[in-house]
Nanobody, 117 residues
């Protein structure tokens, strides 16, 4: 059974930084895409950033230049380095992974990031 364990959320002041981590376990198949999404109450979940196994990345426009996604394939772990945080970045951040060959996709439990002074 695939499990995603997220960490790194919390309270941070505007302009500050935070690093999220998400480790996947429970499958021997390689992971194709790893990503981070976020959601606020009453709003749709949106893609923040994603990275392929080969390292190609994709970012939501509002985080470009501030957030960096990376991954460690050996550890099945994805990271999201968030810099210059703004109050509008406040949300629950969810890790998402998609395995190769139709082996399914999975979500983490979510971690709250609050940007406030």
């Amino acid at each position: 059974q695939v499990q995603l364990v997220e960490s790194g959320g919390g309270l941070v002041q505007p302009g500050g930084s935070r690093r999220l981590s998400c480790a996947a376990s429970g499958s021997s198949f390689p992971i194709n895409v790893m990503g981070w999404h976020r959601q606020n109450p009453g709003k749709q979940r949106e893609l923040v950033a994603a990275i392929t196994r080969g390292g190609s990345t994709n970012y939501e426009d509002s985080v470009k230049g501030r957030f960096t996604i990376s991954r460690d394939n050996a550890k099945n772990t994805v990271y999201l380095q968030m810099n210059s945080l703004k109050p509008e970045d406040t949300a629950v951040y969810y890790c998402h992974v998609e395995y190769f060959w139709g082996r399914g996709d999975y979500w983490g439990q979510g971690t709250q990031v609050t940007v406030s002074s």
